[in-house]
């Protein structure tokens, strides 16, 4: 396995991470939990040391699950969680709230250390940025727990240049985490560039499009009732037929390499820059070891335009997020 330092913060890590969220919540029912301790122990077997949660999945089951599987290899991965929304400790319910107060970052902190079985976080991510609570005071709060050991760096997820920006100056800022593939390319315009002035790591998830671009996913697809994918717009069934489109672009350019779709939206992000580390999420052995074989993938600097260029021709329709969602991004 490849690494990478997380921009200038001298947090290495695998080139490629592992997003757990599927592993309980949003994508369907709960995976079986037994397999997914064997799955995220044959992860770090295969050099994976990035695993990436959060206490809203679940709630907490996914930090309780992390917890559990890679407790008896701490000292051998990076373990990076989220805060940010109101969630009731004892029930497990969510008001629907955004919560980045001080004294909440500070108790979610804690008990994510609980449940993750371990005395330090090392990536803590505001999960989406709170509007009622001025950045300073996030980042200044999460200054006091670097200093206190509690966590080593800090990041922020679906935030605006200007956010990341004052939150620079309180603390440095070591990751950014915001969506970002063949499939959404969003974080170019500005953010990119932004990052790569200011020294931040980027951790793209949804690198793969919540499974679109393994091609796995076609017209006549059908999601569990329980699955975030049917309230997507992308994912509608019109949206989705006009949108194989670009997967079938990046299936012929995969057949030239003799490499899967996945593998090349995967390499295709690696090549853009070296502190990009992108998280790619799934519950499936084989579905992980083709993914990780896409740090061995070289793709030059043609090749990265030329597929750039030509995916960014087509077309996509729907957003990339329900609206909801989409309101608590970018502040």
Same mark, same amino acid.
């Not at 290899?73 to 629907?96: E, H, L, W, Y």
């Not at 985490?177 to 560039?193: A, I, V």
């Not at 499936?284 to 740090?295: D, F, I, M, P, T």
């Given at each position: ?5 997380? *921009?200038?913060? /001298? ?39 990035? =695993? ?7 709630? %907490? ?20 969680? @989220? =805060?940010? =929304? ?6 497990? @319910? +969510?008001? !629907? +709230? ?15 250390? +609980?449940?993750?079985? $371990? ?29 206190? /050991?509690?966590?080593?760096?800090? *990041? ?29 390319? *969003? #974080? &170019?315009? &500005? ?7 200011? /020294?931040?790591? %980027?951790?793209? %998830?949804? #690198? ?9 996913? !076609? ?8 699955? %975030? ?10 949206? +989705? ?32 820059? #070296? ?14 070891? &083709?993914?990780? !074989? ?13 597929? *750039? ?19 608590? $991004?970018? @502040?």
């Amino acid at each position: 396995m490849n690494h990478r330092t997380l *921009g200038t913060s /001298g947090l290495e890590v695998s080139a490629l991470g592992l997003g757990c969220m599927s592993m309980s919540a949003v994508y369907g029912p709960p995976a079986n939990k037994a397999d997914m301790i064997t799955l995220l122990r044959k992860a770090v077997d295969l050099g994976v040391t990035l =695993f990436d949660t959060a206490e809203s999945y679940g709630p %907490f089951v996914n930090e309780d699950l992390l917890g559990e599987a890679l407790e008896p290899v701490r000292d051998r991965v990076v373990i990076a969680t @989220k =805060f940010g =929304f109101d969630i009731d400790p004892a029930t497990g @319910k +969510r008001s !629907g +709230r955004l919560n980045s107060r001080p004294e909440h970052i500070r108790a979610v902190a804690d008990a994510s250390l +609980r449940r993750l079985r $371990t005395d330090r976080i090392d990536l803590f991510y505001q999960h989406r940025v709170d509007p009622d609570v001025p950045i300073e005071e996030v980042a200044g709060a999460l200054r006091e727990l670097i200093l206190e /050991g509690k966590i080593r760096h800090y *990041g922020l997820s679906e935030a605006s240049v200007q956010t990341i920006r004052r939150a620079h100056v309180v603390h440095p800022v070591t990751a950014v985490q915001s969506e970002y593939s063949l499939w959404y390319r *969003g #974080p &170019e315009h &500005e953010l990119l560039p932004a990052l790569e002035q200011l /020294g931040i790591g %980027f951790v793209p %998830f949804s #690198p793969l499009s919540a499974g679109f671009l393994t091609g796995a996913i !076609g017209i006549d697809t059908r999601f569990d009732t329980t699955d %975030f994918r049917n309230a997507v717009p992308r994912f509608a069934p019109q949206a +989705r037929a006009a949108n194989l489109a670009l997967l079938d672009l990046i299936r012929a350019f995969a057949a030239r390499r003799g490499t899967t779709p996945a593998q090349i939206a995967l390499a295709w992000l690696l090549a853009r820059k #070296p502190w990009i580390v992108p998280i790619p999420g799934t519950t499936k052995l084989h579905r992980l070891e &083709e993914n990780l !074989g896409a740090v061995h993938i070289a793709l030059s600097e043609a090749d990265v335009e030329d597929l *750039g260029a030509a995916a960014a021709r087509i077309p996509v329709v729907g957003e990339r997020l329900p609206q909801a969602v989409l309101a608590m $991004t970018g @502040k």
